[in-house]
């Protein structure tokens, strides 16, 4: 039988991205998001959940995320399921499931775009690929100070 290996996860960060470096250089890069969903109960009311995924990031696409994306900010990931098991120092045997990256793709406005500027500078596109070129990335980073926007403790999913 055939093994399929394959995810697809729309959510939001919980936290800002964090790289760090092999010591050959690479790097990697650590995201965590919130995918909320809801459903109805038997007795008809609405009831939410969220779900948490650990995702990881290699090379390029691991500093794209960290120069562009912050907490909050929706992507969407594909990837695949990997199983890490380690050994701390006192000698406990740890796992954890998450998701290696293959594509990480911005569904809102890159850190401190705004109306006019980002937008009409990438023909309009408001979701750069993580897997754009950093020539045309670069290009089409603003350099206007980040824009603040305040939300309400209740408009965030998490």
């Known amino acids: 039988m055939p093994d399929l290996n394959k995810v697809f996860l729309i959510g939001n960060l ?3 991205p964090e790289v ?20 109805k109960a038997q007795d008809g009311s609405t009831k939410e959940e969220v779900c948490y995924v650990d995702v990881v990031a290699w090379g390029r696409q691991a500093e794209t995320c960290k120069e562009f994306l912050q907490k909050g900010a929706p ?11 380690w050994e701390t120092k006192e000698g406990e045997k740890r ?14 406005r890159p850190r401190g775009a705004t109306e006019g500027g980002a937008s009409a500078s990438r023909g309009g596109q408001d979701r750069p690929d993580a ?22 403790p209740d408009d965030v999913p998490f």
């Open 14 to 16: 919980t936290r800002d």
């Open 20 to 39: 760090r470096y092999t010591p050959k250089g690479t790097a990697v890069g650590d995201l965590a998001m919130a995918i909320n969903s809801s459903y």
């Open 75 to 85: 992507i969407f990931v594909e990837g695949r399921m990997q199983f890490d098991s």
């Open 95 to 108: 796992s954890r499931l998450r998701v290696r990256a293959e594509r990480v793709q911005f569904l809102g």
């Open 131 to 152: 897997g754009e070129s950093s020539s045309s990335r670069r290009a089409a980073t603003p350099t206007q100070p980040e824009e603040h926007i305040d939300l309400p």
